[in-house]
């Protein structure tokens, strides 16, 4: 009997918001889900992380914010990760430039030295990208696990897991979002009619967040007008947001209000990338909903090639758009990047008439999450429907503030010889190692050939010494001067063509003679050989094709005007100082995080049902409340675990199972039902040991008298290969699991046989030998016709289950069969058809006149539901 080994541990985020990075290990496999990290970017934070790196064989993302995927490029290059990275196309795309946001904004403030980029480039072209319901077989020492992404809905790409294998389905969902965004469609958990998928429903485990525990949303509707009501009055509106995720949705929803509504004031996104962000949302038309999807095939237009969102990449550019704006400003927790730049301004900050609004929560000890709980003391206890208005602060904050200023006087002067000296000293070595260099490849066409090498030579000498080998007529050319010596005046130095150099693959070519001058620019910046745009080590952005039109440009392609930074080349320092800074802005909260409420999470845990339950990625309160809410649910699981940090859990499920193999014949003649993602059969087959082995071996029964057979009736199931699962005859209800191993129950019957010894009917009683071998081979008779009996006499056996309302929504409203449920849950197909479900025993009823067409319908459409084994 086996089952799988399954353990998990909190390497970070449980018991706490902080970043999410857990490891998953079923038998041998050591799979970490996220790599979260904020953008303080300590390094003591991953003290758990840097234990188990180098062991870890699978790392799967499942959004591209820094809380899920912060630490994936330090964990790569300094503590060893060396796993295989999986994650969607957008998650891999957003993820690097919200990595490249963050590290631009860092270089700005302070000597960040933590990683750098080629870091992030290296981390990130490393990783296997899948599309959504995309089946993926792992290898090495995954071998046997697959896993599947499903859409979450809260960032473009967000990733729901599911790890599958043998019996085992475990689902790793956080950060999934019930409600249609603007730009997102909602999670896969729930359909429209309030149910789950049959793909999601009673997985082994489920691994789910508490970040939301006891937060009630209003309607999305409200919310919205709260925002833009916030935008009309009158001053300036600063919206900290991140660099690439729900960044989208803020921009698409208000690009949109300024276009219906002709808003008179500039509407503004500040990123260290803007004009990249905009370019890959444009790209990235298939992952978003339906709403942005059918405007593009209805007005031929992308969405996301904004007509009044102004791109800035520095803060100077604000400059341009005196008055009142709406700035989108990075990055969310307002501890760096333009958003704290911008409201730490003087002319900013104590200005009445501006406003902040905060559309998500920053981790506890940030500048943002400090400003929420202000506004959540100022606003008081709020309905669940009720949005909350604007707090007026007045309070003074005393900041670290890091500033990056130029050198100045003696500093200037100083760095300036020291430049000076670094690049002579760099000018000598380039020098020393072109001498070098050509002093080794005369050597190398001097030693090529040798004889060659003589023939010139002498070719030489005659040159110097015919006639009409000057630069002017010589009287005395030949004139000899003494022994073996030759007049030398006004002589020509002829010319000698080098030769080229052969190998075995042709001609050897000097690759720096090939260079074009595009290639050759600072810090290898440029496109790839893939068409991304890569960045030079100061940060900057090269992408030299990317346009965006706005309103009054009249057609005119707008390229970025400082796509190179010019502050990055000026001599300068960093700086720390403590300050203090009279805020006297107004401050307002409206959830546009994107995340399911605690009501949602309680339906959709409802309806998948999972055997066993782990939460994560809460406080301790949310967490313990969360748990307490759960467990008071009658249909809830009673194995519920809410670990801490470091904690290991064993959360194995012993499941009588052995595994066997079927021998290829007993597999082909075998008819296999298909039942979602498994094939099931019914069979009657033989257990043996083969010689010299100790796995036991399924296959055709054969009854021979030297042999002990086991003759069994079962149902078979599995995807590919000859191994697959064995069930009872009489089990019914979904399978459950991935059945590349074989399963035989404990109802299986066996039944003996001694062997007969040959040796002994040759005895002196001929009468008794020939009544014990009548006996054997009646004995054997009677198993061969127990095993033809059992399997004449099988009964058919419906495999799986089925909800009413889909088969109802779905299958007959597509087959055209009207349908509606009257009375207690009995559903009438047609007038003449009735089917009906037996909630304790899980039979399906139908019910009707076998002279009418409809019947037969209905019964196929149902039979069809189900593996008939």
Same mark, same amino acid.
């Given at each position: 009997?086996?089952?799988?080994?399954?353990?998990?541990?909190?390497?970070?985020?449980?018991?706490?918001?902080?970043?999410?990075?857990y490891l998953l290990e079923i038998d041998e496999a050591k799979i970490m889900l996220d790599c979260g990290w904020n953008d303080a970017f300590n390094v003591d934070d991953l003290r758990q992380l840097k234990r188990v790196a180098k062991d870890v064989d699978a790392c799967l993302l499942s959004h591209a914010t820094l809380h899920h995927l912060g630490a994936l490029a330090y964990a790569k290059s300094y503590l060893g990760l060396r796993a295989q990275t999986y994650a969607t196309f957008p998650v891999m795309d957003m993820g690097r430039l919200s990595l490249y946001d963050i590290w631009q904004s860092k270089r700005s403030t302070e000597d960040f030295k933590t990683f750098n980029l080629e870091d992030i480039d290296q981390a990130f072209e490393a990783i296997t990208c899948l599309r959504y319901h995309q089946p993926t077989t792992l290898t090495g020492k995954c071998k046997g696990i697959t896993i599947t992404a499903y859409a979450a809905g809260h960032t473009v790409g967000g990733t729901i897991w599911k790890i599958s294998k043998d019996t085992e389905s475990i689902l790793y969902a956080v950060d999934y979002n019930h409600r249609k965004d603007k730009h997102l469609d909602p999670t896969v958990l729930l359909s429209k009619d309030g149910t789950t998928p049959n793909d999601f429903r009673l997985p082994s485990l489920m691994i789910t967040d508490a970040f939301n525990a006891g937060e009630t949303h209003p309607s999305r509707a409200d919310r919205d007008k709260a925002l833009l009501a916030t935008l009309a009055t009158g001053g300036s509106v600063l919206l900290p947001t991140d660099s690439s995720t729900r960044l989208l949705e803020l921009a698409y929803m208000l690009?949109?209000?300024?276009?219906?509504?002709?808003?008179?004031?500039?509407?503004?996104?500040?990123?260290?990338?803007?004009?990249?962000?905009?370019?890959?949302?444009?790209?990235?038309?298939?992952?978003?909903?339906?709403?942005?999807?059918?405007?593009?095939?209805?007005?031929?237009?992308?969405?996301?090639?904004?007509?009044?969102?102004?791109?800035?990449?520095?803060?100077?550019?604000?400059d341009r758009y005196p008055g009142p704006k709406v700035v989108l400003a990075s990055n969310l927790s307002m501890e760096t990047g333009f958003a704290r730049e911008v409201f730490l301004k003087l002319d900013w900050s104590q200005n009445p008439r501006n406003t902040l609004i905060l559309t998500e929560r920053a981790l506890p000890g940030e500048l943002a999450r400090y400003l929420y709980d202000e506004w959540k003391e100022g606003v008081g206890e709020l309905s669940s429907k009720d949005v909350g208005s604007e707090v007026q602060l007045d309070t003074i904050l005393s900041l670290k503030v890091d500033r990056k200023v130029p050198l100045e006087g003696a500093e200037l002067a100083e760095f300036n010889a020291a430049e000076e000296a670094r690049r002579e000293r760099e000018a000598a070595e380039a020098a020393l190692?072109?001498?070098?260099?050509?002093?080794?490849?005369?050597?190398?066409?001097?030693?090529?050939?040798?004889?060659?090498?003589?023939?010139?030579?002498?070719?030489?000498?005659?040159?110097?010494?015919?006639?009409?080998?000057?630069?002017?007529?010589?009287?005395?050319?030949?004139?000899?001067?003494?022994?073996?010596?030759?007049?030398?005046?006004?002589?020509?130095?002829?010319?000698?063509e080098r030769r080229k150099k052969i190998d075995d693959y042709g001609e050897s070519i000097v690759v720096e003679h090939f260079l074009s001058a595009s290639s050759g620019a600072v810090g290898g910046a440029g496109p790839d050989t893939n068409g991304d745009v890569k960045m030079n080590e100061a940060g900057d952005d090269l992408m030299g094709d990317v346009a965006v039109k706005g309103e009054n440009d009249e057609g005119k392609d707008v390229m970025d005007p400082d796509m190179i930074h010019p502050e990055d080349s000026v001599p300068s320092k960093y700086v720390s100082s403590e300050e203090d800074f009279i805020i006297r802005c107004k401050v307002r909260y409206v959830d546009l995080e994107g995340r399911s409420d605690e009501s949602a999470m309680q339906t959709i845990l409802q309806a998948i049902?999972?055997?066993?339950l782990i939460l994560i990625h809460g406080t301790e309160d949310k967490t313990a409340a969360l748990s307490e809410a759960y467990l008071g649910m009658s249909d809830m699981t009673r194995e519920i675990y809410t670990p801490s940090v470091g904690e290991i859990l064993n959360v194995s499920e012993v499941t009588n199972m052995y595994k066997?193999?079927?021998?290829?014949?007993?597999?082909?003649?075998?008819?296999?039902?298909?039942?979602?993602?498994?094939?099931?059969?019914y069979l009657v087959g033989q257990v043996q040991i083969p010689a010299g082995s100790t796995a036991p071996v399924l296959g055709m029964p054969v009854i021979e008298?030297?042999?002990?057979?086991?003759?069994?009736?079962?149902?078979?199931?599995?995807?590919?290969?000859?191994?697959?699962?064995?069930?009872?005859?009489?089990?019914?209800?979904? /399978? %459950?699991?991935? #059945? *590349?191993?074989? !399963? &035989?129950?404990?109802?299986?019957?066996?039944?003996?046989?001694?062997?007969?010894?040959?040796?002994?009917?040759?005895? /002196? %009683?001929?009468? #008794? *030998?020939?009544? !014990? &071998?009548?006996?054997?081979?009646?004995?054997?008779?009677?198993?061969?016709?127990?095993l033809e009996l059992l399997e004449r006499e099988h009964k058919p056996v419906f495999v799986g289950d089925i909800r009413l309302t889909e088969f109802k929504d779905r299958t007959l409203k597509q087959a055209g069969i009207h349908a509606e449920f009257m009375g207690e849950g009995v559903l009438v197909c047609n007038g003449v058809v009735a089917i009906r479900k037996v909630e304790q025993t899980g039979q399906i009823l139908l019910e009707g006149s076998p002279m009418t067409r409809d019947y037969y319908r209905v019964r196929h459409l149902l039979y069809e539901q189900f593996a008939i084994l």
């Open positions: 009997m086996e089952s799988n080994y399954i353990r998990f541990t909190a390497l970070s985020g449980s018991k706490s918001e902080a970043a999410l990075c690009d949109s209000y300024w276009m219906a509504n002709r808003v008179p004031f500039p509407l503004i996104l500040l990123t260290n990338f803007s004009y990249r962000t905009a370019h890959f949302a444009t790209s990235m038309m298939e992952w978003m909903g339906d709403t942005v999807r059918s405007q593009l095939t209805e007005t031929r237009e992308n969405p996301f090639q904004f007509k009044y969102l102004r791109l800035c990449q520095r803060l100077s550019d604000l190692q072109e001498r070098n260099r050509r002093t080794m490849l005369e050597e190398e066409n001097e030693s090529d050939d040798d004889e060659s090498m003589d023939g010139d030579l002498i070719e030489i000498d005659t040159l110097l010494t015919k006639s009409g080998s000057h630069d002017v007529y010589m009287k005395d050319a030949t004139k000899s001067g003494g022994f073996f010596k030759q007049t030398q005046s006004y002589r020509m130095f002829p010319f000698q049902a999972p055997k066993k066997i193999h079927l021998t290829d014949a007993l597999l082909s003649s075998l008819n296999f039902s298909k039942l979602g993602e498994y094939d099931l059969a008298s030297t042999l002990t057979g086991a003759g069994a009736g079962a149902a078979a199931g599995g995807e590919n290969g000859e191994q697959r699962r064995i069930t009872g005859p009489e089990a019914t209800g979904e /399978p %459950s699991g991935v #059945s *590349t191993s074989t !399963a &035989l129950t404990t109802t299986t019957t066996t039944t003996t046989h001694a062997p007969v010894d040959e040796t002994s009917l040759s005895g /002196p %009683s001929s009468a #008794s *030998t020939a009544l !014990a &071998l009548q006996q054997h081979q009646q004995l054997l008779h009677q198993h061969q016709q127990q």
